[in-house]
């Protein structure tokens, strides 16, 4: 029986840039999938998600208005 052989430093070398890579791949993987689920779940078109966070800084402000209203002075 032949003992097996610890890499050495050009193996070591190839197989860190090899899983470096393979990382890299899955995580732009990953991303891709992370970032077309919450555009799907946030639904609508570009400018019906504009005119919603219109509407909840409308409301925001609102409040913001009444609650310095009923503050004392």
Do not use: C, H, T, W
Not at 11 to 31: F, K, M, P, S
Not at 43 to 52: A, T
Request: proline share 5%.
């Amino acid at each position: 029986m032949v003992p097996l052989q610890i890499p050495g430093g050009p193996e070591l070398l190839v197989l860190v840039i090899a899983l470096g890579l393979n990382l890299l791949v899955l995580v732009g993987v990953l991303g891709g999938l992370g970032y077309f689920l919450l555009r799907i779940r946030s639904g609508g078109s570009v400018s019906d998600r504009l005119d919603r966070i219109e509407r909840k800084i409308g409301r925001l402000e609102a409040q913001v208005e009444q609650l310095q209203d009923e503050e004392p002075e």
